[in-house]
């Protein structure tokens, strides 16, 4: 009778523990904020002829400067769920620089996001040539649906003098989970001008994002119907799954070690928007390593029918090349490019090839690097809250960090303390009790704004691991005002979220979707983002300059002494990897920095007697 007590008390508290996972939407987004950084400002350039045509097929996350004038949107291929082709404009509630447009106000509905076309010519028209403004949307996608009051709307520009904006459509349709299309005809003369612009705004609670519209594929042309909703093409859609079974990113050598990590079959999505059936005669995959440039594998798919407006899921056969390395913690890049054949008629050959690369880092992790969302848990006062990620390695390996995500907070999380855990095991399944190897306490969520987003917290020991599972995770205190931390969640993940939390002193599987943004790091020492007391531009024995620097970085002893004489250097990047080292004997020393990208760095030197320093730089 206990036993059936017990089991029934602990079955209730587990049911209840469910309630306790919550997701949010992100306030701060910082791969825009990077890119806003290397961009060029927005320039208005000559005015543009039809037909203008759009798909956000591109690398960079603001709109393509030769159609667009705005830098407020966030072009990418992650937050959609089954884009018309490859990359969506998506509108939030944060400005180009990656914030809410109002912090303080989060409640206040205004237009936010804004995506204004540049000046097209429509001079030499007329109402009888038949134009035609069509385009797709979608409400939410892998984001926070829009409320009610939110909307998507679309202004044409007249030639009036006074309020030459005119709306012309809008909807606050938020049913429209898949995409919809809109075709909208343009006969008023007060629009057939030299002048000519368009403007898509999304209407949003402009101090919390989760209000979110992607928009995607647009085409105005003349000669057009209003049953003209097609436009021939044939284009890839959705991200390829990624080419490990478990991870999207580990060590090479923990790969070379693992034996069975690749997937068996690689797919890809393919859309077909002729107005009428076709045939890919070939789908091709070609991989690249990008170290050594050779190839590595290959497939191919013959003879693939579509029918109009059919996507379909193509798979491949996934290839398991292992090309040697000479040193075991070099990182390693595969270029996984799909391709088909051109099709007669295709209109828009940039989105028939798809490249995606595969990095072998000194971390794991099952995210992309994207979050869509944040995760969080929902904390009882007076209990502790934990999260554990559990991981497997084929081969023993080094512990040396974690690398997190964290997701921002309004307000802030800046007074929250945390505890990282490393478990061998936890008490689940066949588990009675928790195995910790290691903790770090007195630790604070921060954030980095940059497209490396992840703070990288370095342990004070390093971690023996063995060959097998392991649990890397944090704890909230009970009391302590840390009531709940927001993680970078990752909503393209589809597979099981190896994650555990714990709120009720009993283990339980999380349900949410997802890859919460937790990366183990692996291998060689480490250096952690939380060393600002120490990255100072100048010290009394150091000195560098030019910073931000170029190609090169000039690095002067100002203490000649024999025994400060600097010996060697190394330069770290902000995951922790050493990029880069040498050796320095002159008072004045010119280090190289050619191979290196753009971003922040940390220079590592260690002198004659063994002291060492650390410099943050920027490379430009």
């Given at each position: 009778?206990?036993?059936?007590?017990?089991?029934?008390?602990?079955?209730?508290?587990?049911?209840?523990?469910?309630?306790?996972?919550?997701?949010?939407?992100?306030?701060?987004?910082?791969?825009?904020?990077?890119?806003?950084?290397?961009?060029?400002?927005?320039?208005?350039?000559?005015?543009?002829?039809?037909?203008?045509?759009?798909?956000?097929?591109?690398?960079?996350?603001?709109?393509?400067?030769?159609?667009?004038?705005?830098?407020?949107?966030?072009?990418?291929?992650?937050?959609?769920?089954?884009?018309?082709?490859?990359?969506?404009?998506?509108?939030?509630?944060?400005?180009?620089?990656?914030?809410?447009?109002?912090?303080?106000?989060?409640?206040?509905?205004?237009?936010?996001?804004?995506?204004?076309?540049?000046?097209?010519?429509?001079?030499?028209?007329?109402?009888?040539?038949?134009?035609?403004?069509?385009?797709?949307?979608?409400?939410?996608?892998?984001?926070?649906?829009?409320?009610?009051?939110?909307?998507?709307?679309?202004?044409?520009?007249?030639?009036?003098?006074?309020?030459?904006?005119?709306?012309?459509?809008?909807?606050?349709?938020?049913?429209?989970?898949?995409?919809?299309?809109?075709?909208?005809?343009?006969?008023?003369?007060?629009?057939?001008?030299?002048?000519?612009?368009?403007?898509?705004?999304?209407?949003?609670?402009?101090?919390?994002?989760?209000?979110?519209?992607?928009?995607?594929?647009?085409?105005?042309?003349?000669?057009?119907?209003?049953?003209?909703?097609?436009?021939?093409?044939?284009?890839?859609?959705?991200?390829?799954?990624?080419?490990?079974?478990?991870?999207?990113?580990?060590?090479?050598?923990?790969?070379?070690?693992?034996?069975?990590?690749?997937?068996?079959?690689?797919?890809?999505?393919?859309?077909?928007?002729?107005?009428?059936?076709?045939?890919?005669?070939?789908?091709?995959?070609?991989?690249?390593?990008?170290?050594?440039?050779?190839?590595?594998?290959?497939?191919?798919?013959?003879?693939?029918?579509?029918?109009?407006?059919?996507?379909?899921?193509?798979?491949l056969e996934n290839y398991k090349a292992s090309?040697?390395?000479?040193?075991?913690?070099?990182?390693?890049?595969?270029?996984?490019?799909?391709?088909?054949?051109?099709?007669?008629?295709?209109?828009?050959?940039?989105?028939?090839?798809?490249?995606?690369t595969q990095v072998f880092d000194n971390y794991?992790?099952?995210?992309?690097?994207?979050?869509?969302?944040?995760?969080?848990?929902?904390?009882?006062?007076?209990?502790?809250?934990?999260?554990?990620?559990?991981?497997?390695?084929?081969?023993?390996?080094?512990?040396?960090?974690?690398?997190?995500?964290?997701?921002?907070?309004?307000?802030?999380?800046?007074?929250?303390?945390?505890?990282?855990?490393?478990?061998?095991?936890?008490?689940?399944?066949?588990?009675?009790?928790?195995?910790?190897?290691?903790?770090?306490?007195?630790?604070?969520?921060?954030?980095?704004?940059?497209?490396?987003?992840?703070?990288?917290?370095?342990?004070?020991?390093?971690?023996?691991?063995?060959?097998?599972?392991?649990?890397?995770?944090?704890?909230?205190?009970?009391?302590?005002?840390?009531?709940?931390?927001?993680?970078?969640?990752?909503?393209?993940?589809?597979?099981?979220?190896?994650?555990?939390?714990?709120?009720?002193?009993?283990?339980?599987?999380?349900?949410?979707?997802?890859?919460?943004?937790?990366?183990?790091?692996?291998?060689?020492?480490?250096?952690?983002?939380?060393?600002?007391?120490?990255?100072?531009?100048?010290?009394?024995?150091?000195?560098?300059?030019?910073?931000?620097?170029?190609?090169?970085?000039?690095?002067?002893?100002?203490?000649?002494?024999?025994?400060?004489?600097?010996?060697?250097?190394?330069?770290?990047?902000?995951?922790?990897?050493?990029?880069?080292?040498?050796?320095?004997?002159?008072?004045?020393?010119?280090?190289?920095?050619?191979?290196?990208?753009?971003?922040?760095?940390?220079?590592?030197?260690?002198?004659?007697?063994?002291?060492?320093?650390?410099?943050?730089?920027?490379?430009?």
């Amino acid at each position: 009778m206990k036993k059936t007590l017990f089991t029934l008390l602990l079955s209730c508290m587990i049911l209840l523990s469910y309630s306790q996972e919550f997701v949010a939407p992100l306030q701060f987004q910082p791969i825009a904020r990077t890119a806003l950084k290397s961009s060029a400002p927005k320039a208005k350039i000559s005015s543009l002829s039809l037909p203008f045509f759009e798909d956000f097929n591109q690398k960079s996350a603001f709109p393509d400067a030769s159609k667009w004038l705005d830098r407020q949107v966030y072009i990418n291929n992650t937050m959609a769920k089954n884009p018309i082709s490859i990359g969506v404009a998506t509108f939030d509630a944060l400005s180009q620089y990656g914030m809410p447009y109002d912090s303080l106000d989060p409640h206040s509905i205004r237009y936010a996001d804004s995506l204004s076309s540049q000046v097209i010519d429509l001079s030499s028209y007329n109402p009888n040539d038949s134009l035609y403004l069509s385009f797709w949307y979608q409400a939410a996608g892998l984001g926070f649906m829009p409320e009610r009051s939110d909307s998507l709307m679309l202004f044409f520009k007249s030639n009036k003098s006074t309020n030459p904006w005119q709306k012309i459509w809008s909807t606050s349709d938020t049913t429209a989970l898949d995409f919809k299309q809109v075709i909208l005809s343009i006969t008023d003369t007060q629009y057939l001008h030299s002048n000519f612009q368009f403007r898509f705004i999304n209407k949003a609670s402009i101090g919390t994002n989760d209000d979110v519209w992607n928009l995607d594929y647009i085409l105005l042309n003349a000669h057009r119907n209003r049953n003209d909703t097609l436009l021939n093409d044939m284009a890839f859609g959705a991200q390829p799954n990624s080419f490990l079974k478990e991870y999207n990113a580990m060590p090479y050598r923990q790969y070379l070690a693992g034996g069975a990590q690749v997937e068996d079959s690689l797919y890809v999505s393919i859309k077909n928007n002729f107005n009428n059936s076709q045939t890919i005669s070939t789908l091709q995959l070609n991989a690249v390593h990008q170290n050594t440039s050779t190839s590595i594998g290959s497939a191919t798919k013959s003879s693939i029918n579509f029918n109009t407006l059919e996507t379909k899921t193509i798979k491949l056969e996934n290839y398991k090349a292992s090309p040697s390395s000479s040193d075991p913690y070099e990182k390693v890049i595969f270029e996984n490019k799909f391709c088909f054949n051109a099709l007669s008629g295709d209109s828009r050959q940039t989105n028939d090839t798809l490249s995606v690369t595969q990095v072998f880092d000194n971390y794991l992790a099952y995210d992309d690097g994207s979050a869509e969302m944040s995760y969080f848990l929902n904390l009882f006062p007076t209990l502790p809250g934990k999260i554990a990620l559990e991981f497997e390695l084929p081969q023993a390996d080094t512990l040396r960090g974690l690398a997190i995500y964290f997701g921002r907070q309004v307000p802030t999380a800046s007074n929250k303390y945390f505890s990282i855990e490393v478990y061998k095991d936890i008490a689940y399944g066949g588990s009675s009790s928790d195995h910790l190897l290691y903790q770090l306490d007195g630790l604070q969520p921060k954030y980095y704004d940059t497209v490396n987003h992840f703070w990288i917290y370095k342990f004070n020991t390093p971690i023996a691991l063995e060959a097998g599972t392991f649990y890397i995770g944090t704890t909230q205190a009970a009391l302590s005002g840390s009531d709940s931390l927001y993680f970078g969640l990752d909503r393209n993940r589809i597979k099981s979220n190896h994650l555990y939390y714990n709120v009720l002193d009993v283990w339980t599987p999380s349900l949410i979707q997802g890859a919460i943004m937790l990366r183990p790091l692996l291998g060689q020492d480490i250096v952690g983002t939380n060393i600002n007391e120490v990255a100072t531009v100048m010290n009394q024995e150091l000195c560098l300059w030019p910073n931000p620097a170029t190609e090169v970085l000039n690095i002067k002893l100002l203490n000649t002494k024999p025994s400060a004489q600097i010996l060697d250097y190394r330069i770290y990047n902000l995951l922790g990897q050493c990029v880069q080292k040498g050796n320095l004997q002159n008072t004045i020393q010119k280090i190289q920095l050619n191979s290196l990208p753009s971003g922040t760095y940390f220079l590592h030197t260690t002198s004659q007697n063994k002291k060492q320093m650390i410099t943050k730089f920027t490379i430009q």
